[in-house]
């Protein structure tokens, strides 16, 4: 207890150096994309003081759902409860927002229980775009990136690119218009052109050099080496229309953060737009979904789109391939969307949503009085399976037109199909998008089938036999960054201050990306100020045990996650996630002091019913004794003891919960405590694995691979046995 309080006083000294330092020092954020996990990243490094710039294609595209209207689930609820008790937005837009709350896996223990609402979509999106808007701090902009700008550092000569996908001596890659050579060459998109090696960017009256070069527009002129600035100008731009979210870059020199050890070949230095303009950073995050060369299957149709009705990104790919980073493909997709007009309810099993829902954020004692809107449940049938078995000749992704991995845990419907021949049928729900809406989101459905068959299987379920189609189904396959390539913080390992979060990391699902764009916002905040990083451990959020999953094992299929990922998931559930992450977030600046006070005020009460229940006794011990029996509830120690009667039903189960799972919940500190004596030994970041004799050869290659930064991260990669962990300790010792 003593700690946190301490915590809390320290975070007052956090808020003067923000003030002082970050202002002084330079403070810019780059956000690319306003996604989930842009929203996110862009709104916790502005909460840190930093100034910050979003930019996104479409300003009406903010948080939009690109698919299942919905927010939580089986471990995605832990998710989204973290990033609320870190003062994200996620949690506090659902419980304003939505239209029907339900706790999954009610009957089961806390720890496997999860929350989840349906969302009125275009609601959540305002509801987002109204909380970036007002975030001081933070700028937002339409408009498209095509390209990073960067710096080389030091490292680069000694950089060996053996395990990236750039092309190769002097060639070409080319996309439609676009071409990008590997040695001394050029980007080129319409009229722009940008050389790799001591060359130039030219656009109308655009200049930049890239080493000890000058960037010049109008009478604007920023040197990338010991950097000026005019001093009658407050902005920073190669746009002289564009008013800076740094006005003090002259006095910053990222130079000074980048670590001898960091063996990063670029520092980033902004990005291009695709008008030519060069909008500078001291770190960048990208964020952007599916639309790095997004391309939609509807059928034998394909149509390149980050999602239905948007164009995809172009040009991020290819520069992140130049700069040595290895670009792969995923697949995902979408089911239809139908007119709720045409459904016969009749033939249709309801689902409703609870009678006391529990808010998502930890600043509601109790929702908004909005009326719940009730989801509906189908189900196939064996006629339907054996029309989609005949036509998966015309699917995408069996007829070889797809040729990239989707998500395992949320299937197309063909996919259900032919995996799980044996099953009779598949439940499918219909869920609103909305209250003033008809449309209903058909979820179980996705399919990357032509129009046609879509139609023709959705009337062969019972009740949908008059359905109207409103959105078609598509399957869409997009571009991802290979986690591995990435530090704990999502700091990439090749280009120092850049950041990757959200679906660009390989993984799937809303509240994963939010999650991940949080802490790479938090970071690169964190970063240019020149503090220490914040990575929550595997022992103390969700967050961190997707984080450690995707650096430490990467993805050959989207990451979901789920509860059974987490080996300490007693300690983590989802209705202390304030207990576990508030305290952190306070001493780092990403929380306010009401969210911390109201946190003070529920320790309080649980420490003071927990001391009561110690104090109190019958013949048979102490009531707390009592209660960590199983069969004995609340209500049981209330009538003992009326005074608990004043507890908050949400604090009477953390305590329950508590009492009763002690045992198991020590047992687990125990196997943390031992994790933390590995991680005490950190490896260097330069350490060559090869040279370990005894190392096996399995071993050399996935230590190289990832290049773990201590061994508790080692030994959690795949294929290290603890024999190599005992030769690796002797090496580092």
Not at 59 to 81: E, F, Q, T, W, Y
Not at 298 to 315: H, K, L, T, V
Not at 632 to 649: G, Q
Not at 658 to 675: A, F, L, T
Request: hydrophobic fraction near 35%.
């Amino acid at each position: 207890m003593k700690f946190i309080w301490k915590s809390f006083c320290d975070a007052g000294v956090f808020y003067f150096w923000r003030l002082v330092v970050l202002k002084n020092f330079g403070k810019d954020v780059l956000v690319v994309g306003a996604g989930h996990a842009g929203c996110e990243a862009a709104l916790a490094a502005a909460r840190l003081g930093a100034n910050v710039i979003l930019i996104t294609d479409n300003l009406d595209s903010v948080a939009r759902m690109s698919c299942n209207p919905a927010i939580g689930g089986i471990g995605k609820g832990h998710i989204v409860r973290e990033i609320d008790a870190l003062g994200g937005a996620m949690g506090l837009a659902i419980d304003e927002t939505a239209i029907q709350f339900r706790m999954l896996n009610k009957s089961k223990g806390s720890a496997m229980q999860g929350p989840r609402a349906q969302a009125d979509k275009k609601e959540y999106q305002e509801k987002i775009k109204q909380t970036l808007e007002n975030q001081p701090n933070l700028h937002l902009q339409q408009d498209k990136v095509i390209a990073i700008v960067t710096k080389q550092t030091k490292n680069h000569t000694q950089q060996n690119h053996k395990n990236s996908n750039p092309p190769e001596n002097n060639s070409s890659l080319y996309t439609d218009n676009f071409s990008l050579t590997e040695n001394n060459s050029s980007l080129y998109t319409d009229n722009f052109s940008l050389p790799e090696n001591n060359s130039s960017l030219y656009t109308d009256n655009i200049s930049l050099t890239e080493n000890n070069s000058s960037l010049y527009t109008g009478n604007i002129s920023l040197t990338e080496n010991n950097t000026s600035l005019p001093a009658d100008k407050d902005f920073l731009s190669v746009n002289k229309n564009f008013s800076s979210v740094n006005k003090d870059f002259s006095s910053v020199n990222n130079d000074s953060l980048l670590s001898d050890e960091s063996g990063a070949s670029y520092q980033i230095v902004g990005v291009c737009l695709a008008d030519g303009t060069v909008v500078r950073a001291g770190a960048v995050v990208l964020c952007c979904g599916t639309f790095l060369h997004g391309v939609l299957h509807f059928g034998d149709y394909i149509s390149s789109g980050g999602r239905a009705a948007e164009p995809s990104s172009e040009g991020i790919s290819e520069s992140l391939r130049q700069h040595g980073l290895i670009v792969r493909r995923f697949k995902t997709g979408t089911p239809p969307r139908i007119n709720s007009r045409s459904v016969d309810y009749t033939k249709l099993t309801e689902h409703l949503g609870d009678a006391e829902p529990l808010p998502f954020s930890f600043l509601h004692d109790k929702l908004p009085d909005r009326p719940q809107a009730a989801c509906w449940m189908a189900y196939t049938n064996p006629e339907l399976h054996q029309f989609i078995r005949d036509n998966l000749k015309n699917a995408p992704a069996y007829n070889g037109q797809i040729q990239s991995t989707g998500p395992r845990y949320c299937p197309s419907i063909e996919t259900k199909i032919e995996r799980f021949h044996d099953k009779e049928h598949h439940q499918i729900f219909l869920e609103p998008e909305g209250h003033n809406t008809n449309e209903l989101y058909i979820n179980g459905f996705s399919s990357g089938f032509g129009r046609s068959i879509q139609e023709k299987m959705l009337r062969m379920v019972v009740g949908l036999e008059r359905a109207e189609i409103m959105r078609y189904a598509y399957a869409i396959e997009y571009d991802y960054i290979p986690p591995e390539q990435l530090k704990i913080t999502l700091e990439t390992k090749l280009i120092e201050n850049l950041y990757i979060a959200g679906q660009l990391n390989g993984t799937t699902g809303y509240e994963e990306a939010a999650g991940l764009g949080l802490i790479a916002g938090t970071n690169a905040a964190l970063k240019i100020a020149g503090q220490k990083p914040f990575v929550p451990a595997r022992d103390k959020a969700y967050i961190g045990v997707m984080i450690d999953d995707l650096v430490t094992r990467g993805v050959d299929e989207p990451y979901r996650m789920f509860t059974s990922r987490a080996e300490y998931r007693l300690l983590l559930r989802h209705d202390n996630a304030d207990r576990r992450l508030t305290p952190i977030g306070g001493e780092i600046g990403l929380v306010n002091e009401h969210r911390i006070e109201r946190l003070r005020y529920k320790l309080d009460e649980i420490a003071r019913a927990k001391k009561l229940l110690a104090e109190t006794h019958d013949a048979n011990g102490s009531l707390t004794k009592l209660l960590a029996r199983p069969e004995t509830t609340w209500n049981n120690i209330t009538e003992r003891i009326p005074e608990l009667k004043t507890i908050s039903p949400t604090n009477a189960e953390q305590i329950c919960t508590d009492i009763k799972y002690e045992g198991y919940i020590k047992r687990q500190e125990s196997d943390i405590e031992r994790v933390r004596r590995l991680a005490e030994h950190k490896i260097p970041n330069n350490t060559d694995y090869t040279a370990m004799k005894h190392l096996r050869i399995e071993a050399k290659e996935k230590l190289t691979r990832f290049k773990p930064a201590d061994l508790a991260q080692a030994s959690r990669i795949s294929g290290i046995t603890p024999a190599d962990i005992a030769v690796l300790t002797i090496y580092i010792q």
